[in-house]
């Protein structure tokens, strides 16, 4: 099954980021009540809402206020009842049964009750998704027995698929392949969701236009405008099952084109935005009062660096003779080297360039996972990963701490010892490492990210800090469409046009897989932006055979294979997937460098009413929860909702283990 990956390239990060944030309208009679408007900016139209077969975010932006599945999850990432008021696991972990909530309403435009929601709207969703090839059909053709046969058209019989609906028990039942302790986190993806048949036999093609009455509605909103590149509007659905924890009363979404930031905070001065993200590095800074100036958390997607380990392309580069190349390649090959490299990175110098001195640090990742992602036994996720890292190498990481928002796998002596011991392999390769013969690493930048390009800059004032010219980072300025050729939407490794380049993932589920298993040297999502080809798309012989047996890639496959392999005990899981991100990242595989979120704003909008869930689902694209205020809320009063908001979310996390 072909997956729509959720890598991103740093180039076109810095626009698409300002969608993340929300903004609404700040006037009101009182300081906190229902009833209220939510004005709120967009930055893309939605080209469909079809939400079993769109993997577009900004499908889910609008149509997770417009439907509800089976579960959600709620302010303190928690998976709660949805559309199932309950549910039941077998014994083997195998089988999910649901049950659904009577009487709930299928609405249409106007508010009119179309039909009830019944078990069996899941299977036509569900079907529906694996007829029309959905986006996002990798997240589950492997879970659900037959699943991936019958999308595969090896068998056509839908009925043989392992999903059943009783409607006169009010029951749905899910049959899956292997355990998956994760696989509610799944059920709040779009792809899970209901479709009434008789609707969807009505609109045939035209189900889930861009349009008011393209779908149905059992959700917390109701669309009334769609007007492309301007505006889009709901109200709240009278009929909603929930609507007790619906404070908004009508969303207004007025579009905007990213050309302009520092328009953000000039529309939340005037009123008409309830957040804007905010650019220390802009003139206008120095006139924001300070103490009303949040910093938000970080989020769940990491950014990476990452070296092509069997370069073939060379389109965009500094290497003018194949002696060159060749010191490139056997350098990257280096652990020393590669080690090196991620301790010379001053990542909070480099993260300055997006959100000023103030910020650089509060954005730094160490871990590919984040460091909090998940826990075990009650610890997060990212202290397994410090202490195996300490387990394969005491002498280095004891003195670096992979815990996020710290700049503290930065150590350039540690960086010197790295690259000393590197040059003397090297040498006996034949290689000479000078300043008149420096290693020369190719990245390309989008030639109009100012931002990206800053940053860049910055990366190669560390390395030439770190290794006195000796190690070069060549910045390789490059237009859109070359860019993206580069770096980004090549199709097999050979075409990776890069010694070392910067992208992002985040997370498709409730689990440290999501992450790993993107490198797997068998089918990872990404495996080829490491210039290496993963065995199931393999064909012909394998040109990076040798650069495979250099890094011993295979280790990792089989640490991998050890933590896919638990599916009965989730803290052993964790435990085994964190032995293999500390290989991951004690090999210099990847750099992480820093995350989403961790950005300045202002806000009225109360903190921490809206949902939470970690990056994972669509579910925390819905106005439901979110609560608005008359005020800005100040820099004292976010840290005091944080503390309290980290409590909260300790508890019930631990509640949720029990």
């Known amino acids: 099954m072909t997956k729509k990956t959720k890598l991103m390239g740093i180039g076109l990060m810095s626009v698409a980021a300002l969608g993340i944030f929300a903004a609404c309208g700040n006037k009101s009679d009182s300081s906190e009540s229902d009833g209220k408007d939510y004005s709120f900016y ?54 999910y049964t649901y049950h659904i909530r009577k009487n709930v309403p299928w609405v249409d435009a106007d508010g009119n009750e179309y039909d009830t929601v019944k078990p069996s709207d899941w299977v036509t969703g569900l079907k529906h998704a694996a007829d029309t090839n959905s986006e996002t059909l990798y997240l589950v053709s492997d879970s659900i027995t037959g699943l991936a046969d019958y999308a595969s058209g090896k068998d056509k019989d839908f009925s043989k698929v392992g999903i059943k609906a009783d409607d006169k028990a009010g029951t749905l039942t899910y049959t899956l392949n292997a355990p998956e302790s994760f696989w509610n986190s799944k059920a709040t993806y779009g792809i899970l969701y209901p479709i009434n048949a008789e609707f969807l036999k009505e609109k045939g093609k035209d189900f889930g236009k861009v349009a008011t009455d393209g779908i149905l509605y059992n959700g917390a909103f109701i669309a009334t405008k769609f007007d492309n590149k301007s505006a889009i509007e709901y109200k709240a659905n009278d009929t909603y099952w929930d609507k007790k924890n619906v404070h908004i009363k009508n969303v207004k979404l007025s579009f905007f084109d990213g050309k302009k930031p520092e328009d953000l905070y000039q529309n939340y001065m005037a009123g008409k935005y309830n957040q804007a993200q905010l650019y220390p590095t802009m003139p206008y800074y120095k006139n924001v009062k300070k103490s009303d100036v949040i910093w938000t958390a970080q989020e769940a997607t990491t950014y990476f660096g990452m070296f092509n380990l069997n370069r073939q392309t060379y389109k965009n580069t500094a290497h003018d003779t194949d002696a060159k190349k060749t010191a490139t390649k056997q350098a990257v090959l280096n652990k020393d080297f590669r080690q090196a490299i991620g301790f010379a990175i001053d990542k909070a110098k480099y993260n300055a360039q997006r959100v000023g001195e103030e910020g650089g640090e509060k954005l730094v990742r160490n871990t590919l996972v984040p460091y909090d992602f998940v826990t075990i036994a009650g610890k997060d996720y990212g202290t397994a990963v410090q202490a195996d890292l300490q387990a394969i190498d005491g002498d280095v990481w004891s003195k670096l701490s992979v815990d996020q928002g710290k700049n503290s796998t930065y150590n350039v002596d540690l960086a010197k010892a790295s690259f000393a011991k590197a040059k003397e392999a090297l040498k006996a ?55 993206l050729q580069a770096v980004f939407s090549f199709k097999t490794a050979a075409e990776a046009d890069y010694d070392w380049n910067i992208s992002g993932w985040g997370p498709d589920y409730a689990d440290p897989a999501t992450y790993l298993n993107i490198l797997s040297p068998k089918q990872g999502d990404i495996t080829i932006k490491i210039g290496l080809e993963p065995s199931v798309t393999l064909e012909g012989e394998d040109k990076g055979a040798a650069a495979k047996a250099a890094v011993d890639i295979d280790a990792y496959q089989k640490l991998l294979d050890e933590a896919n392999a638990i599916t009965n005990n989730t803290d052993a899981r964790y435990e085994a997937f964190a032995k293999a991100e500390a290989w991951l990242i004690d090999n210099g595989i990847v750099t992480p460098i820093y995350s989403l979120g961790a950005v300045p704003m202002m806000q009225n909008e109360v903190p921490f009413t809206k949902i939470d869930s970690n990056t994972v689902g669509s579910t925390a694209y819905s106005y439901k929860y979110r609560k608005v205020s008359d005020k800005t809320v100040t820099a004292k009063e976010y840290e005091k909702a944080l503390k309290e908001w980290k409590a909260k979310v300790e508890e019930k996390s631990k509640a949720a283990t029990k």
């Open 429 to 483: 390769q034949g290689i000479e490492v000078s300043k008149e013969n420096p290693i020369i690493l190719d990245a390309p930048v989008l030639d109009t990210s100012t931002i990206n390009i800053a940053a860049a800059a910055s990366m190669e004032n560390s390395l030439e800090k770190a290794f006195d010219g000796e190690v070069k980072l060549n910045s390789i300025k490059l237009a859109m469409d070359p860019y």
């Open 42 to 95: 967009y930055l893309t139209d939605p080209e469909t809402l079809d939400y079993t077969f769109s993997g577009q975010k900004y499908t889910a932006e609008n149509t997770a206020n417009f439907v509800d599945g089976l579960v959600s999850y709620d302010q303190y990432r928690q998976i709660v009842p949805a559309l199932a008021k309950s549910w039941d696991v077998s014994e083997d972990g195998k089988t």
